[in-house]
């Protein structure tokens, strides 16, 4: 099975930080890990040096890619410093059904 991860250390939450499923609102300087695998991407934040994983509300996601995992990590990351309770960012695939 093919997999991949990325990891964002450093990412200051905006005003309103990020939304977890276990711990609600986490703000500072957080870490950002993606992982992709099985068609779905996972992704957990956690305070930066902690060693505690949450994961961020909304995930796990759909992913047929590993290039679309890398750029969903991204958009992850700035909305993460973006702020205002960010959760994952979900995308429609073609015969991909809600």
């Known amino acids: 099975m093919e997999w991949a991860s990325w990891t964002t250390k450093g990412v200051f939450a905006g005003r309103g930080g990020a939304r977890t499923d276990e711990a609600g609102i986490l703000?500072?300087?957080?870490?950002?890990?993606?992982?992709w695998h099985g068609g779905q991407a996972d992704v957990s934040v956690q305070y930066s040096g902690a060693s505690q994983w949450f994961t961020l509300t909304g995930s796990p996601v759909p992913c047929p890619s590993e290039q679309e995992s890398r750029h969903l990590h991204q958009e992850?990351?700035?909305?993460?410093?973006?702020?205002g309770g960010a959760t994952v960012p979900h995308h429609e695939h073609p015969g991909q059904h809600p």
């Open 27 to 35: 703000t500072g300087d957080l870490t950002v890990h993606t992982t």
């Open 76 to 83: 992850v990351v700035e909305a993460v410093r973006a702020g």
